[in-house]
Nanobody, 114 residues
Framework: QVQLVESGGGLAQVGGSLRLSCEYFGGNFRFHPMAWFRQAPGKQRELVARITPGDSTIYVESVKGRFTISRDNRKKTVYLEMNNLNPEDTAVYYC????????WGQGTQVTVSS
């Protein structure tokens, strides 16, 4: 059974940066495409960025050029580098696979203050 543990969130100012981490506990990490999702209050969860086992990436339009997703297969960890943050980025951020959706972790809160 896979467990996902997100960390790295916090309070940032507009224009600031944060780096999120998602540790994957279980087998076969390197075979899974992984993604970061976020859910803002009153809104549906949305996919923010995705990375394949071959390191191909896609991003939702609103974060292109500001966020970077990466992975370390040896550490079984997915990262999300977030730069030039704005208040619309405020949400709880989660990671998960996109081909075998595992039980969601607790997420990590990102709050961007103006």
């Amino acid at each position: 059974q896979v467990q996902l543990v997100e960390s790295g969130g916090g309070l940032a100012q507009v224009g600031g940066s944060l780096r999120l981490s998602c540790e994957y506990f279980g087998g076969n990490f390197r075979f899974h495409p992984m993604a970061w999702f976020r859910q803002a209050p009153g809104k549906q969860r949305e996919l923010v960025a995705r990375i394949t086992p071959g390191d191909s990436t896609i991003y939702v339009e609103s974060v292109k050029g500001r966020f970077t997703i990466s992975r370390d297969n040896r550490k079984k960890t997915v990262y999300l580098e977030m730069n030039n943050l704005n208040p619309e980025d405020t949400a709880v951020y989660y990671c998960n696979s996109t081909n075998s959706v595992f039980q969601w972790g607790q997420g990590t809160q990102v709050t961007v203050s103006s």
